[in-house]
């Protein structure tokens, strides 16, 4: 785990100044660390993730590219949970949503990841497997079978990466466990 939090580290550190691999980081980070949830029949966006270097990456890049304030929340380290993880939270959140590809024209959750993200630049494809290990990725230990791994949230969006890794030459697979 120690090798999986230096990348992640290092990842969150990477700048880009191009306002469409920003958005597509950030809507692939919204889309495997959180989910869209009815409140007050409202739909709030939320991301819960692992260091309080990305959380305050992804509030800021929702300020500066889509004009919208969060909320941080601190969930802390209790029962099975070691570390303290951290919640990002827009209360109404439909227009980001939209934004950011989570919803589509007739208000319905995306499965996977939307289809500008996964057709984009080679940057952007690149910007969109940085945002899935920040929000969900881990690395096996160093041996014969060391391996980069990212939790989806659902089978769609696993074959989105994987045509992504595609696009950009990497070999990638789609596995349930």
Not at 82 to 107: N, P
Not at 167 to 177: D, N, P
Request: hydrophobic share 45%; with cysteine; glycine share 8%.
């Amino acid at each position: 785990m120690a090798l999986t939090a230096d990348v992640k580290e290092e990842l969150v550190k990477v700048a880009t100044s191009r306002t469409a691999v920003r958005a597509a980081e950030l809507a692939t980070i919204l889309r495997f660390s959180g989910g869209l949830h009815l409140i007050s029949g409202r739909i709030a966006v939320e991301s819960e993730l692992d260091t309080p270097e990305l959380a305050q990456r992804v509030r800021k890049d929702i300020l500066e590219l889509f004009g919208v304030r969060s909320e941080l929340a601190v969930i802390s380290a209790s029962g099975i949970r070691r570390t303290s993880h951290y919640l990002v939270r827009v209360l109404d959140g439909e227009t980001l949503a939209r934004q950011t590809g989570l919803l589509d024209a007739r208000r319905r959750p995306v499965r996977g990841l939307p289809n500008k993200l996964t057709t984009g630049s080679q940057e952007e494809l690149s910007a969109v497997w940085r945002g899935a290990f920040l929000a969900r990725g881990s690395l096996t230990d160093p041996g014969r079978s060391a391996a980069l791994e990212v939790t989806c949230p659902g089978n769609e969006s696993a074959m989105a990466l994987v045509g992504a890794a595609g696009r950009l030459k990497v070999a990638a697979k789609a596995r349930e466990v």
